[in-house]
């Protein structure tokens, strides 16, 4: 057990999230912690891919590209609810993700990343190509999820970020409870029994490939979702959101923060979002900064921040 | 004919410099097992150095020459200060790091240099050489022969010299490799300068043709890496033959199918290869360790 | 022991931080995001140096109506999703009274709506007529649309007689927007595409594409929209190959820069339709624009080291748009700034002679493109 058990740090988020809100001082902080939650939901999925099951991914970015062109174009033109179309990316990402995670999973460590880096770009590549449709590299409308509308009419008036940093909040204490129980579960133990060996793991019967298959399948759906809620978020959407560094910054969020929990990966979406926020007072400096900070948690927090710390504290306290 | 000669001369000059990109990948793999994503910034490095020695007044070859040996100080200051401290991490950690450190250096030229295009004269002038009907630049023959002479050099290290085989020792197993009285700080060291070299000298040849600024380093790794995976990492043959691949497949599906779709073209040409062969075309076989 | 010195760091980053964070006293914010870093620092590297050097000039001045100039830069590095959020922290917490950027179409799309519910001016520096067409009330925008660039060019073609081209388009926004734009209205001049080829932006060889194109027959000339490095290497590839018909570019490229990347022997004879800033000293006396694009050239050549570009000229025709509506509102309420930006009149900068209204939130037309050829390494006015 890393931190300790699931209801405390389902219990830890929920009160951050719905106490943090009493220290902001403008509502741009709400649009901040919005892009958390969006960005910690696309990570909780990669927890359960690099954290659980020992994959790894650089081109998780496609998935979130598929949720959120999803969000744009199944509006127009299949006339379907905003959200259901967000059902809908993420019905087509997992199916996606079934049929492209057979082949690649059989692949290993940096044979599995270029692969799934070559899959990211792929759909990046026909995201900003295919202009008629999907407006090009400049991106085009999402229509209004048209919640806040219906919140207000039973007397919940939200702004704009208020309802978006609220909703997307939910959603994220939703996959983080999805993927803690996940952990718990026979499937999550078969997970990790895998990360830890593969032979070892297949000769106890735990039949590995199906295992790295739904790991696989349900991180697509989590980065899927992800950029649904981003493009919904933005009302407006260009293929970045599918883009190499965008997977890149999944990835690094994840590891950062430690991709072994939950609430470590979310942390490690905090803290990367909110790094470009604050280090713009560097001015030119930014970028330097940027990598200095990486590269010296690496160093010196090399399983991430959270798991160390608590491990120092622990450390300590004995 | 004369078009298919002309796609065939563009894909070769293309696949040199991806080769050259991916050959700098090799020697920090075989010593490390870490993929250096910071490898593109050598490129730029020596690109930008060179650039900016020789608008001081520095004649081009020493100007090269001085880019080189910065970037492979550079290079070694990454192992010293990033790399050597985080023995032992994980190698999702290692990858982080240094796609910090590329972010680093990338930020750091950014301040030194600025961020304005820059190339430099070509070698031996610009008159196009024909050659039954189609054109290739006499800079793309240097970077031609320099792909070829890296690689060339590479082989001869691994295969031929003690220190050569000392990296391969130290990247298959450390302790024994110290056991048997291997220096593995050194060939650390080693290794980290010699791939910044061969980064730096990849840039000084291919800035003529493809131009250089400070942002020019994670599209050349990404396509080196993918070169390099394509032929097999850590393996020379493998870097040279993936990167001399991926540049005529671009070019063919350029000039035959469609310009929109030929990086797309090279990567399920890299995915239906690895699902064949996933160790790549010349990759070393490797078992699990229980 | 290392893990407290990390603490002791991250502490000392925060507390730096937030004493920088602490409001400075304004007078009058100005709010910018602009692509500083990433694939359109060509373009917003320019701007930014443009915005900061200019403040600081008016600011020794005197400042405008007696109050200073307070701008608040932001880096998007090109990426519309954090473009949002620095307007988001603009409007919300910074509270600006006026913003200038958007350095590409995606980031400028992307951050009109937070502009349009705040109700705060937004003056935007890319190409695409999208941004201004339909006029939405707090939205404006200071270079000529990419569409106004193709009509320029497809007249300069129509004049030589061309009427079948062959089109090689960067795939990165700048190209594939110009491309989009030119396709929607080469019909009205008569002219057909024979050839439709693109390259990545950071492709090094373009010879495969130009071979097709050289090979289709028909073809009387090339255009190339993009910018960056990719153009210089087309016009260096074009040369290659001898392809030995009429090359034009776009106003992407309309830089010195441009013409030394190319190498003066590629770039002979290359058209691109251009602003007067290029051209500064070879404009008669009589020019209108003469003394603003040379005041703007020198300072900036001397501030800067660099050679001025278009891009930079977007960031000071805006600035100086606002500046100008600033002052005859004689207010610096939102809503005020924004009826007086509307109210611009015959203001000269470095693209043409602005004249908005509440229909034209761009008021540049087709003349203040002038059309330039590289002779010699240099530019010359071919009109």
Not at chain 2, 19 to 43: H, K, M, P, R
């Amino acid at each position: 057990m890393r931190l300790s058990s699931k209801t405390t740090t389902l219990l830890i988020l929920a009160a951050v999230i719905a106490i943090a809100p009493v220290f902001f001082p403008s509502s741009y902080y709400f649009r901040v912690g919005s892009l958390i939650f969006v960005n910690g939901l696309a990570v909780t999925g990669l927890v359960i891919l690099i954290g659980y099951a020992g994959q790894i991914s650089l081109g998780h970015a496609g998935f979130a590209g598929i949720g959120a062109y999803a969000c744009a174009l199944a509006p127009v033109h299949l006339g379907l609810h905003p959200a259901l179309a967000a059902v809908l990316g993420a019905a087509l990402s997992a199916a996606i993700a079934f049929l492209v995670g057979r082949p690649i999973l059989r692949l290993k460590g940096y044979y599995l990343a270029v692969a799934s880096l070559g899959f990211g770009i792929l759909v990046s590549m026909v995201l900003s190509n295919e202009a008629q449709l999907t407006g090009g590299p400049d991106g085009m409308a999402v229509p209004e999820l048209g919640l806040r509308a219906v919140l207000k009419a039973i007397g919940i008036d939200l702004s704009n970020t208020e309802f978006w940093y609220a909703f997307s909040g939910l959603v994220l204490v939703i996959g983080a409870w999805l993927a803690l129980n996940l952990y718990h579960s026979p499937t999550g133990r078969a997970l990790r029994a895998l990360h830890g060996s593969e032979v070892a793991a297949r000769t106890v019967g735990v039949d590995v490939a199906h295992y790295k298959l739904v790991a696989f399948v349900l991180s697509a759906v989590y980065a899927s979702v992800s950029g649904s809620l981003l493009a919904l978020q933005n009302k407006f959407i260009t293929p970045d959101v599918a883009g190499f560094m965008h997977s890149i910054e999944m990835v690094t969020m994840a590891v950062l923060g430690g991709a072994g929990s939950v609430l470590g990966a979310i942390l490690g979406a905090a803290i990367l979002t909110t790094l470009p926020q604050v280090l713009t007072v560097f001015q030119e400096y930014e970028q330097l900064m940027l990598g200095l900070v990486m590269m010296l948690v690496m160093i010196f927090m090399r399983e991430g921040l959270l798991p160390s710390i608590t491990r120092r504290i622990r450390g300590r306290a004995e | 004919m004369p078009e298919l000669l002309q796609f065939l001369l563009s894909g070769i000059t293309v696949g040199a410099v991806y080769a050259l990109v991916a050959l700098g990948f090799t020697i920090i793999y075989n010593a490390s097992d870490v993929v250096n994503f910071a490898q593109g910034e050598f490129v730029m490095l020596g690109g930008m150095i060179t650039f900016f020695a020789h608008a001081a007044g520095l004649p081009l070859p020493l100007a090269a020459l001085i880019a080189i040996i910065a970037t492979a100080g550079i290079g070694v200051a990454l192992n010293k200060l990033a790399i050597e401290p985080a023995r032992g991490a994980p190698v999702v950690s290692l990858i982080i790091i240094t796609i910090g450190a590329s972010i680093f250096i990338r930020g750091a030229t950014q301040l030194v240099f600025d961020k304005q295009i820059h190339r430099f004269p070509a070698f031996s002038g610009d008159q196009p050489i024909l050659i039954g009907g189609a054109t290739i630049l006499p800079q793309s023959l240097w970077v031609i022969a320099g792909a070829l002479a890296v690689f060339f050099c590479l082989w001869l290290f691994f295969t031929r010299t003690l220190i050569g085989r000392a990296v391969l020792a130290t990247a298959n197993n450390r302790i024994a490799a110290q056991l048997v009285g291997i220096n593995t700080n050194y060939v650390m060291t080693l290794s980290f300068a010699m791939s910044a070299a061969i980064g730096a000298l990849a840039g000084v040849l291919v800035t003529p043709i493809t131009l250089t600024s400070y942002d020019v380093g994670l599209a050349l790794a990404l396509k080196g890496f993918a070169a390099a995976m394509l032929g097999g990492m850590g393996n020379p043959k493998g870097a040279l033959v993936g990167g001399l691949l991926l540049g005529i497949l671009e070019a063919m599906t350029a000039g035959y199918i469609s310009s929109q779709y030929k990086d797309a073209a090279a990567f399920v040409v890299i995915l239906a290869v690895l699902f064949a062969m996933p160790q790549g075309l010349f990759g070393r076989k490797s078992t699990d360790r229980v | 022991m290392k893990f407290s010195l990390t603490t002791t760091a991250l502490a000392g980053t925060l507390a730096l931080v937030l004493g920088f964070a602490a409001p400075a006293l304004a007078d009058i914010k100005i709010g910018a995001t602009l692509s500083e870093t990433g694939p359109a620092s060509f373009l917003g590297d320019p701007e930014a140096k443009t915005l900061k050097m200019l403040v600081e000039e008016i600011n020794a001045a005197g400042g405008v109506n007696g109050e200073k100039i307070d701008l608040i830069v932001y880096d998007d590095g090109g990426d519309p999703n954090k473009a949002r959020t620095f307007a988001t922290r603009l409007v919300e917490d910074d509270e600006v009274v006026a913003v200038i950027g958007g350095t590409t179409t995606g980031t400028s799309m992307a951050i009109i709506p937070v502009f349009e519910d705040a109700e705060i001016p937004f003056i935007s520096l890319a190409g695409a007529i999208e941004i201004i067409d339909p006029v939405r009330p707090f939205t404006f925008k200071t270079p000529h649309t990419d569409r106004m660039a193709c009509a320029k060019i497809f007249e300069d073609m129509k004049k030589a007689g061309i009427g079948k081209i062959g089109l090689i388009s960067g795939s990165d926004g700048f190209g594939a927007s110009m491309r989009k734009q030119c396709l929607e209205i080469i019909g009205d001049y008569g002219i057909e595409v024979l050839a439709d080829e693109t390259y990545g932006p950071t492709d090094a060889d373009m010879t495969p594409q130009l071979t097709n194109i050289k090979g289709k027959d028909g073809v009387q000339a090339v255009l190339n929209p993009g910018f960056g490095q990719g153009p210089a290497i087309v016009t260096r590839n074009y040369a290659q190959l001898a392809v030995g018909l009429p090359l034009y570019q776009s106003h992407g490229v309309a830089s010195d820069g441009f013409i030394e990347l190319a190498g003066a022997e590629a770039a002979e004879g290359v058209r691109l339709p251009g602003t007067a800033l290029l051209v500064a000293s070879l404009l008669p006396e009589s020019d209108p624009q003469r003394a603003v694009v040379v005041a703007y050239k020198d300072a900036y050549e001397k501030a800067t080291g660099k050679p001025v570009s278009t891009f930079g000229g977007y960031a000071h025709d805006a600035l100086r748009i606002l500046v100008d509506a600033i002052t005859r509102a004689g207010s610096t309420e939102p809503s005020a700034i924004r009826d007086a930006i509307e109210g611009t009149s015959g203001l000269v900068g470095t693209t043409g002679t602005v004249t908005m209204t509440a229909e034209d939130h761009l008021g540049l037309d087709l003349s203040a493109f002038r059309m330039l050829q590289i002779e010699k390494g240099g530019w010359k006015i071919v009109e």
